[in-house]
């Protein structure tokens, strides 16, 4: 065989050299994840894009990711944030746990038993196709502008997605079950244990997720219309004031908070139902 020459010897060492390299990035590309890697791309697209309209629009109506996440550390440092959660959260985790035990609870009765449906369901409907927003009025002559208000607000806001979600999961569970469990003379309260129950878990766990999102929206508002504190309250207060950056940075501290519900209930709901999951991926 003829020897290589200089050029073709170069070439060789070359794409040796090279293949290493190409191999290293596949490799941190599959451990990173096809799917993280567009979510980091996305990102930092985001980012330039608003630091590129910051440039443009006056900072009167606008501001830059630098100028927000300043706000950010002067709001943490003051403790003007934390307190506006901490008020946020109290009305929250109060409205949504009831919002949980009444809307699971109806969901499985009203889905599983026609005589309740049709004693309660055109009462919900009624009150669901209600704007939430046109109740104020009269959630303020009731309980005025505190707490309970705000609670009740935010019950409103989410137990329907709970209710309608359980409700609908429990009708479309598969027939077999039911028509098996009958065949061998299973009691009622023995199908609701080990059939109705285990089955309805999925959409227990999606009606939550559905109803912290919209619990979000709830107590946001209920910061705008009713005593201004929390976290709708320094909204508020910050939009009134032309505060731009501290405006951005408390949206942001919302995104970020539905953003953590929605994932800590999808990995709840990959640990007890991860046969849905996986039908949902």
């Not at 200089?6 to 191999?23: F, K, Q, V």
């Not at 009305?91 to 949504?96: P, R």
């Not at 499985?108 to 026609?114: D, Q």
């Not at 369901?121 to 502008?145: K, S």
Request: glycine share 8%; aromatic share 10%.
């Amino acid at each position: 065989m003829a020897p290589l020459t200089e050029m073709g010897r170069g070439t060789m060492e070359r794409s040796l050299g090279e293949r290493p390299r190409a191999t290293g990035v596949r490799r941190l590309a599959a451990r990173i994840g096809r799917d993280n890697i567009i979510r980091i791309l996305t990102f930092v697209g985001l980012m330039l894009l608003w630091e590129g309209v910051s440039r443009v629009v006056r900072p009167i109506i606008f501001t830059s990711p630098a100028r927000a996440v300043d706000a950010f550390s002067k709001m943490v440092n003051d403790g003007s944030l934390l307190e506006a959660w901490q008020e946020t959260l109290f009305v929250l985790i109060t409205a949504l746990t009831i919002s949980a035990i009444l809307g699971v609870t109806m969901g499985i009765l009203l889905g599983r038993y026609r005589t309740a449906s049709d004693l309660f369901e055109p009462e919900l409907n009624a009150l669901f196709m209600t704007p939430r927003i046109a109740l104020l009025p009269i959630i303020t002559l009731w309980l005025g502008f505190g707490d309970g208000a705000k609670i009740l607000v935010v019950f409103l806001f989410s137990f329907f997605e709970i209710f309608f979600t359980v409700r609908n999961g429990v009708r479309t569970i598969d027939a077999e079950y039911v028509e098996v469990s009958r065949a061998y003379c299973v009691s009622e309260r023995t199908m609701l244990q080990k059939v109705v129950l285990p089955a309805s878990i999925p959409f227990v766990i999606t009606g939550l997720r559905l109803g912290l999102l919209h619990g979000m929206v709830g107590v946001v508002l209920a910061g705008f219309f009713l005593e201004n504190n929390g976290i709708g309250g320094l909204i508020f207060e910050a939009g009134t004031n032309f505060r731009v950056p501290a405006l951005f940075a408390a949206l942001l501290t919302v995104m970020l908070a539905g953003v953590a519900i929605n994932q800590t209930l999808r990995w709840l709901e990959r640990r007890v139902a991860p046969w849905r999951a996986a039908s949902a991926s």
